[in-house]
């Protein structure tokens, strides 16, 4: 195997190696030392049970029947997955497509026009970059991002032509989902349906998109998209080029999610986990690559306002009659934790729980 001599400082950004014409072998840096980085042991759904799916329209609908039954299988699939998808969501997907394409767009621009958004501080509103810490990292991932902050405030890059107006309409609309779904997760467990909007002010609730660049690599089966991690915040709802590299854990397995069309996959977030006190688990999930196609991925998380403290919800200690499970910390500060440092599984959300021993 070709190598390098010695791993970089600073990696060039994943799409100008990926270019590289006579690129055969990954350097040495972006090799993985575990036994499966990229895990041709991951299974299909269908092997195990079904990746649960919520009719969106059942969550929104007037006929208190089928609301009752969507917010049921909410509650199952937060407390057995961490992980569903939803469908009838009514996001057009022409409007989908354009803000998957109009990303591509971003990463295909000149060098120089990205590196006007490389930020240096986790909470800078506009990040370009490669890998997921390149500054404290050895072995990088084979992924270019960019991070922006769009909501409270709105922020976006002025270029491609046009891709400030798709974004904005694009996190307008999944806003809105992530919303009632939060409502819907806040009646699953018991509380009034505006509780956890209230309790951790999502009026000014901070929501980030992410644009993810995987190329294609000749040896995908050395090196990982992204390393199993939980993401902070409450949920991330998710989008694809109908390009599979999404794994989630279930059950100690990784299992591959085969996306239906034209749906949104979320996974819960940490705060969600410290909020219902332990009754929903932040989902553990990874990205793997592939040696033909590119996969561009869209993330928006969503999280409480960053001035919050988020604890574990005082009803549920109550009406449970247990006692909090994690310390109460402000999500500004969780967030710089968990960005700054190497991506380590739930190893942030460790450091939270409240030891009974």
Request: charged fraction near 20%; aromatic fraction near 8%.
């Amino acid at each position: 195997m070709e190598t390098t001599a010695a791993p970089l400082l600073q990696p060039p950004n994943i799409k100008q190696l990926a270019d590289s014409p006579d690129l055969h072998f990954i350097p040495s840096n972006y090799v993985h030392s575990s036994n499966d980085p990229a895990d041709s042991s991951a299974t299909d759904p269908g092997e195990l049970n079904s990746i649960p799916v919520i009719d969106f329209s059942q969550l929104t609908s007037g006929d208190p029947h089928r609301r009752s039954i969507a917010i049921h299988h909410l509650s199952k699939a937060c407390q057995d997955w961490g992980f569903f998808m939803v469908v009838n969501h009514g996001i057009p997907e022409n409007l989908m497509k354009a803000v998957i394409d109009s990303t591509h767009e971003f990463f295909n621009l000149p060098e120089e026009d990205k590196r006007e958004y490389a930020g240096k501080q986790v909470l800078d509103p506009i990040r370009c970059g490669t890998s997921f810490n390149a500054s404290k990292e050895n072995v990088f991932f084979w992924r270019d991002y960019l991070k922006v902050f769009v909501h409270p405030h709105f922020y976006s890059p002025t270029k491609p032509q046009g891709y400030r107006d798709i974004i904005s309409e694009y996190c307008e609309k999944i806003r809105e989902v992530a919303k009632k779904l939060l409502g819907g997760i806040s009646e699953s467990l018991g509380l009034e349906e505006n509780f956890l909007d209230k309790a951790l002010d999502l009026k000014s609730g901070l929501q980030i998109f992410v644009g993810n660049y995987y190329p294609s690599c000749p040896q995908p089966e050395l090196t990982m998209g992204m390393p199993p991690h939980s993401d902070h915040g409450l949920l991330t709802l998710l989008i694809q080029n109908q390009v599979s590299g999404l794994q989630v854990q279930y059950q100690g397995k990784w299992i591959n999610v085969n996306a239906l069309p034209n749906s949104l996959l979320v996974n819960s977030g940490d705060h969600l986990e410290i909020f219902s006190n332990g009754k929903y688990k932040s989902n553990m999930h990874r990205a793997v690559v592939n040696n033909k196609v590119t996969r561009i991925s869209i993330a928006t998380a969503h999280g409480p306002s960053l001035e919050t403290i988020v604890s574990p919800a005082s009803p549920l200690i109550e009406k449970e009659n247990s006692p909090a499970a994690y310390i109460p910390m402000k999500y500004r500060d969780y967030l710089e934790l968990q960005q700054s440092n190497q991506l380590d599984g739930k190893s942030c959300l460790e450091r939270l729980k409240i030891s009974r021993n």
